[in-house]
């Protein structure tokens, strides 16, 4: 055990016992500290006991974070409803020097609120001794409580010097690791050392079903309910059901296994209440290591500190292929895993896994003449590659502006229509990283085995930043399946950024709105001409519908005036707020089918065209050899049919699931490649590796 004055309780001013042997042998508390280079520290996180409870049960759900100067160096896993955890977890900190202590905290982790502070400590790092194994015994504190007992935590730490080419190595890690905890909301854990590493073990398949016999949360007996659900640091946030206390969601998505023995999904269902805080309605888990893979498990939770019950359908699977490595491994170069790979997605295997539409290679290979992020003229560039819900990441090049990664990213694709994303961000160690541009690219627009330079284009994607990035791409997938998956709801991302309110944003959908109406409006020339005033009597009576329509929303508008007295200003900008950013996503959605409408018929996506004609060949030949009668008894029975089928199938409407693969005029813009300046010409080259 150390002495005290090795180990103090965290408070607001730090602690450091600088105490040395001078060479009379007496004690010098002045003595600066030496710093002889970089440290190793090597911390066992063993358990804690007799912390403090902070949830309502008389338990907690603790986990604890390290850090060193400011800075979150680890994190540990949340021991759930427990307050002696077991952790177990080791972790390699590396150090540039002693002076500034450990500091650990403890919290509570409470999904959907913020976490709870269950006390602190610190390490003096000073005082351990190189090389050797010390066993450490933590009492934590609350700064504003230091009377209060909140329990102690068990360590074991060694700490070793790092000196000559090994400091290189050393610093190359701990820039990588700073760069991926920035990343902890996309779960993103990569290590450069390693030439190839699958990211994730499998995936979680969850379709939330309904609700019953929810808490009625509004005054009138009713709530407007959701659900959140969180598996690590993987989020997803369900529809809104309006005025029920028995919802049908009917919504499924995936998450992703990091870790062999699985782990833990806490779901929590809240009421949206417009204006102010969402009111919580209850809690419940699903503990993924007692449920048995490669089969559908159907749950029915008991919410906790609530009333009803939520019903799941819950599904693990083996992993798929996601997997990174450097492009001097390249895996499509063996001649056999090639041919595997053809045979996988051949038109015979249409109906093998129907939800395994084709294969993604991405080689990230370099870049040029990107924006200088650093006070030096510098920046410390690394990509992210992005396809849906699957993210991975490359190393970062320090201090260059013309970085060479030479990856090579592997997806599976699950969509033929998907958009893979490649964006470059400068790496700060001090805060988060800075954005330097990305590119959009739909999947069908790939030329497999060509080398391109694409211009790097702003977050909005609708004007070019500095730089281009050099990428080959190469697509195989089964047009079959391809055309099938279109027909079904797409794969909805579970990490997306919120709605604001812009002002810029909001023009933009009224006048991609007021073209749609415009359309809608020439082609209805009887409405056109009672503005136009052709016909006096006509336009006179749809002149005094209009007032009368107005004046009864503007009674409208006054007992709403007098009701909103009541309420608070701010509750008032909150409601304002929320009603501007309905509308102006509502904009959207309307010009975007209109949209999208039009885009099908001028090929902008010439795959999604041919889908059409031979969808309506089909039809039409159907219509001439089935009489119509039949064809809609047929659906109709197979409509009427289908949830006692399948009674938690989830519901689509295939035209509008097919509309939803077309991009709209906003995507068509944020998908066009612009012309790099022809000093940036590469050297293009094809490749028939892929056949």
Sequence with gaps: MLDSCKLKSACNLPFI????????GTSNAEVPLADPGMYQLDITLRRGQSLAARDRGGTSDPYVKFKIGGKEVFRSKIIHKNLNPVWEEKACILVDHLREPLYIKVFDYDFGLQDDFMGSAFLDLTQLELNRPTDVTLTLKDPHYPDHDLGIILLSVILTPKEGESRDVTMLMRKSWKRSSKFQTQSLRLSDLHRKSHLWRGIVSITLIEGRDLKAMDSNGLSDPYVKFRLGHQKYKSKIMPKTLNPQWREQFDFHLYEERGGIIDITAWDKDAGKRDDFIGRCQVDLSALSREQTHKLELQLEEGEGHLVLLVTLTASATVSISDLSVNSLEDQKEREEILKRYSPLRIFHNLKDVGFLQVKVIRAEGLMAADVTGKSDPFCVVELNNDRLVTHTVYKNLNPEWNKVFTFNIKDIHSVLEVTVYDEDRDRSADF????????????????????????????????VIYLEIDVIFNAVKASLRTLIPKEQKYIEEENRLSKQLLLRNFIRMKRCVMVLVNAAYYVNSCFDWDSPPRSLAAFVVVEDMLEDEEEEDDKDDKDSEKKGFINKIYAIQEVCVSVQNILDEVASFGERIKNTFNWTVPFLSWLAIVALCVFTVILYCIPLRYIVLVWGINKFTKKLRSPYAIDNNELLDFLSRVPSDVQVVQYQELKPDPSHSPYKRKKNNLG
Aim: with cysteine; hydrophobic share 35%.
């Design 17 to 24: 016992c600088n105490k040395k042997i001078n060479a009379a």
């Design 436 to 467: 330097l541009g990305k590119v959009a690219i739909p999947l069908l627009s790939i030329q497999n085995g060509e080398q391109k330079a694409y211009v790097l284009k702003n977050k909005q994607l609708t004007g070019p930043t500095k730089g």
